[in-house]
Nanobody
């Protein structure tokens, strides 16, 4: 069974940086497309960025230039480097995995990111 565990969240001042990590276990990480989503208080969960098994990446337009998604297949880990953080980036950030060619989604428990002075 696939398990995802996020870490790295916390409180950061506006303009600061954080790096989130998602540790994958239970299957072959290299055949899963990976993504980050986030959910702000009172709002729906929304897509942030994805890292595909072929090495391609995709971002929500508003994240481009500030966030960088990456994966390390040797460490079974997904990352999200977040720079120039804004208060509106405050949310619970979730890691998502979907095996290539399949429709089932796996989710982590989320990690809280709070951007505030």
């Amino acid at each position: 069974q696939v398990q995802l565990v996020e870490s790295g969240g916390g409180l950061v001042q506006p303009g600061g940086s954080l790096t989130l990590s998602c540790t994958f276990s239970g299957s072959d990480f290299s055949i899963y497309h990976m993504a980050w989503y986030r959910q702000a208080p009172g709002k729906q969960r929304t897509f942030v960025a994805s890292a595909f098994i072929n090495g391609n990446t995709n971002y929500l337009d508003t994240m481009k230039g500030r966030f960088t998604i990456s994966r390390d297949n040797a460490k079974n880990t997904l990352y999200l480097q977040m720079n120039s953080l804004k208060p509106e980036d405050t949310a619970v950030y979730y890691c998502n995995a979907r095996r290539s060619g399949y429709s089932r989604d796996y989710w982590g428990q989320g990690t809280q990111v709070t951007v505030s002075s």
